[in-house]
């Protein structure tokens, strides 16, 4: 029972710096819209980045998640002004394994091509793949194709997660790397989903 109410606490907790984070994240774009003054809403960013990494991390993607694409470039502008330079990397190579998926979904909704390495180095690891690809995907395109298949063909990615990872990539991209001898050929079990004739 103590247990379940400490979990339950903890949960509250890491809701309520997420939603403090995402108001300074607001505020500082409301601010910024106006050319007004931004400097007290990074340092409350920079503050609850440096205590509760983890949080931030979870709360950024989250708000990407909800953002449509067109509209992120507001929000990584402002993020580029703060410390998430330190959050990400700290959640992806410092951390457990559901921090480091929720940090490699967060380079792949922000466009975060600084770590482009960093989330090759998790392609073909178990559990983690999924998240691995699908970022690369958002982050290089057509380019990861060949590990999303190779990363498959070695059972890291089920089915539906390759699928996840290449529906990231443009259809016609995918159309010219079918049609190129050279190229690693796609497996027929991902093929017939993709519904390219």
């Known amino acids: 029972m103590f247990t379940i109410i400490f979990k339950?606490?903890?949960?509250?907790?890491?809701?309520?710096?997420?939603?403090?984070?995402?108001?300074?994240?607001?505020?500082?774009?409301?601010?910024s819209q106006k050319n007004a003054n931004i400097q007290t809403e990074i340092a409350k960013i920079n503050s609850l980045i440096?205590?509760?990494?983890?949080?931030?991390?979870?709360?950024?993607?989250?708000?990407?998640?909800?953002?449509?694409?067109?509209?992120r470039t507001k929000y990584v502008a402002?993020?580029?002004?703060?410390?998430?330079?330190?959050?990400?990397?700290?959640?992806?190579?410092?951390?457990g394994l559901a921090e480091k998926c929720i940090a490699l979904e967060a380079i792949g909704l922000s466009g975060f091509d600084q770590y482009i390495n960093d989330v090759q180095k998790y392609v073909y690891q178990g559990g983690i793949a999924p998240y691995a690809c699908i970022a690369l995907s958002r982050l290089i395109g057509i380019a990861t194709l060949p590990q999303i298949i190779q990363s498959y063909e070695k059972g890291t990615l089920s089915t539906t997660q390759a699928l996840s990872a290449i529906v990231e990539i443009p259809k016609d991209l995918i159309v010219t790397y079918l049609q190129d001898p050279k190229n690693i050929p796609l497996p027929k079990q991902l093929y017939r989903y993709l519904g390219i004739t």
């Open 78 to 95: 402002i993020a580029g002004q703060t410390n998430m330079i330190h959050c990400i990397p700290h959640c992806l190579n410092e951390e």
């Open 8 to 31: 339950h606490g903890s949960r509250l907790k890491s809701e309520k710096i997420q939603t403090k984070f995402v108001a300074s994240i607001q505020s500082a774009i409301e601010l």
């Open 50 to 71: 440096a205590s509760h990494k983890k949080d931030v991390a979870y709360g950024w993607v989250r708000l990407l998640e909800k953002t449509p694409k067109s509209d």
